[in-house]
Structures are given as structure tokens and as C-alpha cells.
């Protein structure tokens, strides 16, 4: 997909890649067939059994090559002249034994610490409505949501968790749902509130989204919250597309 001209969006996705990079190891990857070295100051040294360096170095390829359509896009006069920065289209871009490596290689660090995590962390009994083996939510609108998320995750770049353990200011929650872009590392909350009926639940509501806005998590950017009366698929939809799939 091309973007606009916005020379401020190019310009921050550029200070995150910059900052990134810093993190990376110096070099670069040399893949030939099977094997993987580290080239150093003009020195190869082999890698092939160290997964964790190959996916540095390959993340590191990743982004050099988003840097340069980066830049390229803040220099552009109009929109004719902007390049393509999807993920699919990166990859698209390297050398041919780069796209042969796994897809993981190219996700941002984080990713790994999520994937380690129970799909759902709180021990609630309610639960009742099942999405798929290991995902089981308590109410119709949280399953319409999950169906939505789940069909979604499928087709692009991004993990859904239902319930994760999140600690904000030494807090920790249970957001309904977060879903987590593969490549940025990006975490959007998703919170249902579907029981402002119950005696307290709007106080607890407010409460929790003050922590939310205090934490950085900006409403309909970063943190989406649905009630009821927003519960139908096309609704569903229009967040997912707009909120979870738009950077």
C-alpha cells in the first residue's frame, strides 16, 4: 500500500528504525545455500548453528532496506514517487536467499516474548464461548470480536492474545484483547465494555482507561474500546482495519 506524502509519518517510522538499529549486532549476513556467516570489518566467520545471531543479522537486513524506502518517501514531491513499505514488499526486495529465510526471521524482538505467553491468562471461570483450542471468552460480543481477530491474524501480520497478563505502573490487567504487528512490535488493547448495567462497572471503566491514557495508549490509535450497542461485523471490521491494520 502507498501512503501519502506525510513527511511526519516517514520521519517517525524513521527514528524507530534508527533506534532499533542501534540494538543490532555490527556486520552483516552472508547467506550461501545452507550456510550463514557473519561478515565483520572485511572478516567472515560462520554462524549456521546460531539461529538467535541469523535473525538478528536478517532483521537488521530488513530494516536497512525499510530505511532506504523511508527516506526515500520524506524526499518524494508527490505521490507517484513514493515506494511501496509493506512488509511483503520489503522482503520482496532483498537478495533471493533472504526471502528463502523463515518469515520470523524478519519480526521485530518482541514478538518472541508474546508467543511464549499463555494465550489467556486469567484464571476466571466464566468463560464459555470457544474460538479455537486454546482461546475460550466469556460473553457473545467478546466471541464476534475473537472470530473477527482470529480471521484477521490469519491473513496479515499480527498475534492476537485474549486475557494476556499486562503490568502498567507496577499494575497488572487483563485487557480483553491485544493484538501485536509482527514487524513493528507495535501493541494495540482492545477492551469490550459490555456491562455498564452492573453497580460500579462504569467507575471501573474510567479507572482503567486513565491507566491506559497514562501508559501512552491513545484512544482509537492504540487502544480500542467497544460497547454493546457497537457490536456488529462491519463495526468489527472497520477497527481492525483501520486501528490494527493501518500502520
Same mark, same amino acid.
Given at each position: 500500500?502507498?501512503?501519502?506524502?506525510?513527511?511526519? !509519518? !516517514?520521519?517517525?517510522?524513521?527514528?524507530?528504525?534508527?533506534?532499533?538499529?542501534?540494538?543490532?549486532?555490527?556486520?552483516?549476513?552472508?547467506?550461501?545455500?545452507?550456510? %550463514?556467516?557473519?561478515?565483520?570489518?572485511?572478516?567472515?566467520?560462520?554462524?549456521?548453528?546460531?539461529?538467535?545471531?541469523?535473525?538478528?543479522? %536478517?532483521?537488521?537486513?530488513?530494516?536497512?532496506?525499510?530505511?532506504?524506502?523511508?527516506?526515500?518517501?520524506?524526499?518524494?514531491?508527490?505521490?507517484?514517487?513514493?515506494?511501496?513499505?509493506?512488509?511483503?514488499?520489503?522482503?520482496?526486495?532483498?537478495?533471493?536467499?533472504?526471502?528463502?529465510?523463515?518469515?520470523? !526471521?524478519?519480526?521485530?524482538?518482541?514478538?518472541?516474548?508474546?508467543?511464549?505467553?499463555?494465550?489467556?491468562?486469567?484464571?476466571?471461570? $466464566?468463560?464459555?464461548?470457544?474460538?479455537?483450542?486454546?482461546?475460550?471468552?466469556?460473553?457473545?460480543?467478546?466471541?464476534?470480536?475473537?472470530?473477527?481477530?482470529?480471521?484477521?491474524?490469519?491473513?496479515?501480520?499480527?498475534?492476537?492474545?485474549?486475557?494476556?497478563?499486562?503490568?502498567? $505502573?507496577?499494575?497488572?490487567?487483563?485487557?480483553?484483547?491485544?493484538?501485536?504487528?509482527?514487524?513493528?512490535?507495535?501493541?494495540?488493547?482492545?477492551?469490550?465494555? $459490555?456491562?455498564?448495567?452492573?453497580?460500579?462497572?462504569?467507575?471501573?471503566?474510567?479507572?482503567?482507561?486513565?491507566?491506559?491514557?497514562?501508559? $501512552?495508549?491513545?484512544?482509537?490509535?492504540?487502544?480500542? !474500546?467497544?460497547?454493546?450497542?457497537?457490536?456488529?461485523?462491519?463495526?468489527?471490521?472497520?477497527?481492525?482495519?483501520?486501528?490494527?491494520?493501518?500502520?
Amino acid at each position: 500500500m502507498k501512503n501519502i506524502v506525510n513527511k511526519n !509519518y !516517514y520521519k517517525k517510522k524513521l527514528t524507530t528504525v534508527d533506534a532499533e538499529l542501534l540494538t543490532l549486532p555490527t556486520g552483516n549476513l552472508i547467506i550461501r545455500g545452507k550456510r %550463514c556467516s557473519h561478515l565483520v570489518n572485511g572478516k567472515e566467520a560462520s554462524i549456521t548453528k546460531n539461529k538467535k545471531l541469523i535473525q538478528l543479522l %536478517c532483521r537488521k537486513k530488513y530494516l536497512l532496506a525499510l530505511k532506504k524506502r523511508l527516506n526515500k518517501n520524506i524526499s518524494a514531491k508527490s505521490f507517484s514517487q513514493l515506494v511501496d513499505i509493506t512488509p511483503e514488499d520489503i522482503i520482496r526486495s532483498l537478495p533471493a536467499s533472504f526471502q528463502k529465510m523463515p518469515i520470523s !526471521y524478519f519480526y521485530h524482538h518482541s514478538i518472541e516474548k508474546w508467543q511464549a505467553r499463555p494465550s489467556k491468562e486469567n484464571t476466571y471461570k $466464566g468463560k464459555k464461548y470457544e474460538i479455537k483450542d486454546d482461546v475460550v471468552v466469556r460473553s457473545k460480543s467478546e466471541f464476534m470480536i475473537g472470530i473477527r481477530l482470529e480471521e484477521y491474524e490469519n491473513m496479515y501480520n499480527f498475534l492476537y492474545l485474549y486475557e494476556p497478563a499486562i503490568t502498567l $505502573g507496577g499494575q497488572t490487567i487483563y485487557p480483553d484483547f491485544i493484538a501485536i504487528d509482527l514487524f513493528t512490535g507495535m501493541v494495540t488493547i482492545w477492551e469490550h465494555f $459490555g456491562a455498564l448495567h452492573e453497580p460500579g462497572y462504569e467507575k471501573e471503566m474510567n479507572k482503567k482507561m486513565e491507566l491506559y491514557l497514562k501508559h $501512552g495508549f491513545i484512544p482509537f490509535e492504540t487502544l480500542i !474500546y467497544t460497547f454493546e450497542f457497537d457490536m456488529n461485523t462491519r463495526r468489527i471490521r472497520d477497527l481492525i482495519e483501520n486501528i490494527i491494520l493501518a500502520d
